[in-house]
């Protein structure tokens, strides 16, 4: 660490976190809040210097919320780096990281589930059915733990930032949410902790996903409007890239999720595929991409 370096709190405990919080509003630092589940990349990182632009203090938390993993998914194989990630946090100038284990989320006799009528079972959530449920119950625990002012999400998870906004409205939390741009590798591939999952010959593939959805975009911007069309023209593009097995790839509304068959400037082109032990997700705006 050098001089410049402040040093990063660190606690398991939400009582620690709490007094730590209070204090610094006491001070009249407003806090800026992202949660993560780790393996952090420069993706996670943009979050906290969205937070430190917008905020006194920036507050990360990690941790690998068992809720949001269907049973047959990658928990217990998920990327755990907590050494890199904190030294990661401590440079981009983060102030505490929150850390809790298990015990202190889900402590005996846990019940409660958030729940939402329609947006939840579809995109991802037609392939995992419980996932934004976990999420959500993740995510409000959390912000009743920190209480922030901001909380920075990321576009690359385009649903799940979509799903946050309406629960906070729906259920008058005070906080601000904010959607940050995807941060991406030169070739366009999505910064993802599951990138690590990848073989070098399908990380060669991988950039295949925001190929697909730039052809969905040109075929839009050459003046095609039937969703279906442009659909078929990125699914066609993923399939240059066998390495993939898509998932979902569709067109909706940015904001209600409602499916179109006439696509507009603006419209979410959103998809998944899996590609060998990954599943990637990706999205784009048609015309602004
Ligand atoms: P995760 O650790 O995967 O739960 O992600 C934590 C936060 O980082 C979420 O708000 C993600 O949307 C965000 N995030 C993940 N990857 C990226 C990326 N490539 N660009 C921007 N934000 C990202």
Redesign the pocket.
């Known amino acids: 660490m050098t001089t410049l370096e402040r040093r990063l709190g660190i606690t398991s405990t939400v009582s620690e976190l709490r007094t730590w919080i209070a204090a610094e509003r006491n001070r009249g630092r407003t806090i800026g809040f992202?949660?993560?589940?780790?393996?952090l990349?420069d993706?996670?990182l943009?979050?906290i210097h969205a937070a430190l632009a917008s905020c006194d203090v920036a507050v990360a938390s990690i941790f690998v919320n068992p809720m949001q993993f269907g049973p047959s998914e990658d928990l217990s194989r998920y990327p755990r780096t907590p050494d890199t990630d904190i030294r990661l946090l401590t440079s981009a100038g983060c102030h505490y990281l929150f850390m809790p284990d298990v015990s202190e989320m889900y402590p005996e006799g846990f019940r409660t589930r958030i729940e939402m009528s329609d947006l939840l079972l579809v995109l991802c959530g037609r392939t995992r059915p419980t996932h934004f449920q976990g999420v959500l119950t993740i995510v409000l625990k959390l912000l009743n733990q920190v209480r922030p002012d901001a909380a920075?999400?990321?576009?690359?998870?385009y649903q799940?930032?979509l799903v946050i906004r309406r629960m906070v409205k729906d259920l008058d939390v005070p906080v601000r949410i904010e959607t940050?741009?995807?941060?991406?590798e030169a070739d366009g591939l999505?910064?993802?902790?599951r990138n690590r999952y990848l073989t070098p010959e399908e990380r060669a593939d991988a950039p295949g996903l925001r190929r697909a959805i730039l052809a969905a975009d040109r075929a839009f911007r050459d003046g095609t409007r039937d969703v279906a069309r442009l659909v078929a023209a990125g699914l066609q593009a993923l399939a240059a890239h066998p390495r993939f097995r898509p998932d979902y790839f569709e067109i909706r509304d940015p904001e209600t999720l409602a499916e179109r068959t006439e696509a507009r400037a603006g419209d979410l082109v959103a998809a998944a595929a899996f590609i060998g032990r990954a599943r990637l997700i990706d999205n784009g705006l048609l015309g602004q991409e």
């Open positions: 992202v949660p993560t589940m780790g393996a990349h993706g996670h943009s979050l920075f999400f990321g576009r690359k998870d799940q930032a940050c741009p995807i941060i991406r999505a910064l993802s902790s």
